[in-house]
């Protein structure tokens, strides 16, 4: 429970957070909320040998307001999510699901950009973050790139950031259609989820159904098509292969994603009205 | 007005709430000054040959100052063949098993050194799980020719038992393996100077750690002195020494200086001792009418990879098979294996939380069987107020019960018949959320036994102040407050010029600590006693001072003064007794000693909900009678109540222990093991009743563990009984949503 050596160095700005990665590339990781990267260091399960500490770059911790977005710094911690008002606005389904993250300590620790980095397939934003049709803005040495979310996740903690790139803002386009609903199963308050579902409109996206988050591209082809609520959520698994694991098997987690994505797109079907 | 039985908040908790506990890793001491850290070499493997081990690298390490291995231990007596070592010598027997101490001059520098501790392992399989243990394909003692170290009871079934029988239902069941987890891990610190050891401990009693270490070190007992500081929490876990912390001693007196040592959570996971992990076989019989004619409980104890306390668990678990019932035949038998996985010992409840489990699961497979309400069924059979004291046929003599007034007054809390009423009409609308209810009704063994008694020492100082010292070294239970209670209902001092102390061994040089719901009734008793002999003898001092005949001596509790019956307006106050008897003041030492066990008991109602699409249960509601005779102070009281069915619950919901093919854990740590929360629980609803037991002058029995034993066996029948409707019988704990969802579907798939 104490982590091997490593050397830490604190940014003081995301240009700065962005020379540092430069400089010791493949070694280092980027320090944020820390909720997911120091338990691994405790365990010797991540051995880092720099960490740089963007936790007080507070230029990165903002909800704005843009002309055809909503732009979320990537520093933007969970309680701040949750609480926001700009968010309960105008993409609920953003803040609540933020407010079902861990627990409180976690929630104002844990951020919206540590989370997507990390590429937990298990976590809960990405997969909002997906089902909102999110880009992802990164800043490297060569310049600053947008990335759909689509496109982001490749696998087991595995993205296309690469070494010496900084995720620095979220982009999440004001939803077409106002429905939405976040669906958690967990065994106790604090786990993470058995499988999750976010749906925004009839975009749906998966918590812990495979590899990475995913979209439940059967059931949003289906309801494209003009099927049944029930019938598009039976749908549901299709085309993923989720983990086993102390909590689920792999039919289970299948079974959960139709129940929750059917009492998903029926819930924000009643938002919607 | 006496104090005694009135709701006194916990004089504990202001400090605990303000500036905090000081717990063993708290303390800065200067007797600690200049101490290395200690940091164990864990054994990664579950079963494995160890072939060779290299320090040479570790010691290179900064800020190393000792590695010390098996084989540096040869200046204590060896451990017998096939006991526990303190080092792993030539085999490793589960993950997390001790095999070297590195000692650093900084903590943080342990665990980079001891990484560097190298071991060669050649890899023996691993037996993980009863089942396959009992197969004897692979043993963990070779010596001893089989897996299974000890088995007692019937030594064959008698069938015939069964015979005229008009239902015989038969199951296996598991009671699976739960981690202790107190908040606060193990800890100590140790000291060798002047020939002499000093130990801290954090235990639940420190007279049996002081003991262990002069017996593993060879000491004799005036050269060690154990001290427990606060202490956060134990469950039974915390009872004696540990080898870390033996060797802890011994690498202090090893290395010339002091040592101190505390384990990560993911190494208490792995190595302290966990509970329960036992495997039953239920056969129950009976007649239609609802009698049960005939009970048969054949248990294999899973002890882990060394016999702690998995040879003696079994044994109370057998003598409390037959729980509250009054049963004609009871046969039981045990059988304890070895595996290689953390061993097992004490754990809330230690063997009577699993008898009652099993025979409340057997009850209600009976109830199930022959289509008879669960709780009437327990009417039918239960033993009768006048049968009082009441040998059960497995030799436990039960002092006092009233087991159908108290299963009839938690119905009636519960408002039992609405529940059902409830549940009928959401099956009958096939309502997706269901509705489960579940009963149950103990009896456990707590206290007495032969030489299980407790000491104290009650003095009354000149400045008319208190001090009590008691053997029944607490870990959270709140003896500060209780026992200040009794003191100043005997002796009218109140309570704040009382402190008790506790947890030193050079001050009390005997006693046996808390543990097995045992502290009220002995060590409270032995408080109790102790004011009581003050009281005569202050009685004397008082005569004298006022040249009356002691017989007409009064004293005023009110006041705390002593007066001459009928002459009003002279008093004589403590204080001035305190001083007339000399520099000590007034002081008694006092032993309670009781063979005689005390039989509290209880029933519980637990109402859960189970998502029908999903199986996720949820506990809605839970109501309890834990009748343990006369309580105190209720605060306390209710306190051990909650702890205990939260922590019951979860063993009914959440809590497993667990290991992989290869006996590596996958429940070290908080995230993947699933202690229970505030956030799973409802708010309880406790029913009071109280039974006086004639066993001690209190009155009082065991309430540490009653939830505990109460609310597991409630809560899994609970989410069973959601599913009765579809035929189904039963669900192995915990009750995970997803073991639900699968009972679901496979009685759906059998109608």
Redo the contacts between chains.
Sequence with gaps: ??P??FAYRRAGSAEEAVSLLAEYGDEAKILAGGHSLL?LMK??LAQPEFLIDIGRVHELSYIRGEADHIAVGALTRYHDLEHSELLAAELPLLAHASGKVGDPQVRHRGTIGGSIAHGESASDVPAVVLALDGTLVVSGPSGVREIPSSEFFLGPFETVLEPDELLTEIRLPRPASPGWSFQK?T?????WA?VAVAVQGSSVGLVNMGSTPLRATATERALADGASITDAAARAAEGTSPFAD????PE?RK??AR??VRRGLEEAAGRAG | MSIVGTRVVRTEDPRLLTTGAQYLEDLRLPELQGAAYATFVRSPMAHARITGIDVSAALDEPGVVAVLTADDLDDIPESPPGREPLLAKDVVRFVGEPVAIVLTEE??Q???AA?LVSVDYDELPAVVGVQQALTDETLLFPDKGTNVLSRGGAKEFDDEAFADCEVVVERTIVNQRVAAAPLEVRAAAARWADDRLTLWSSTQNVHGVRDELTGKLGLDKKAVRVIAPDVGGGFGAKIGADRETVVVGWAARRTGRPVRWVE???ENLMAMSQGRAQLHTITIGGSRDGRVQAYRLDIVQDCGGYVRMGGMLPHLTMLMASGVYDLPRVETAFRSVVTNTTPIGAYRGAGRPEATAAIERAMDLFAAEIGMDAAEVRRRNFVAPDKFPFTTPTGATYDTGEYAKALDTVLEAAGYDELRAEQRRRRERDDPIQLGIGVSAYVEITGGGPDAGETARVSVHPDGTVTVWTGSSPHGQGHATAWAMLVQDELGIPMDRITVRHGDTDVLTEGVGTFGSRSLQIGGTAVRNAAVEIKERARELAAEEMEADPADLVLDLESGTWTVRGVPGRGVPWAQLAERAGPEGLSADTTFATDQSTFPFGAHVAVVEVDM??G?PRLVRHVSVDDAGPVVNPILAEGQRHGGIAQGAAQAL?EEV?YDEYGNP??A?L??Y?F??A??LPSFELVPMETPTSVNPLGVKGIGEAGTIGSTPAVQSAVVDALGHLGVRHIDMPA???RV??AINEARTAQ
């Excluded at chain 1, 065994?187 to 786990?191: E, T």
């Excluded at chain 1, 102390?246 to 098997?249: C, F, H, I, L, Q």
């Design positions: 429970m104490i091997p050596k338990p365990l010797r199963l065994s106790r308050a604090i786990d058995i102390r909590n689920a098997s289970y079974h959960l129940v929750l | 903590h943080y342990g665990e980079d990484e990560t959570r993911n699409e999903t996720r959440f667990s996958v429940t740590t995230l993947d699933t229970i929360s956030a799973e995970s949503p997803e969802w699968t």
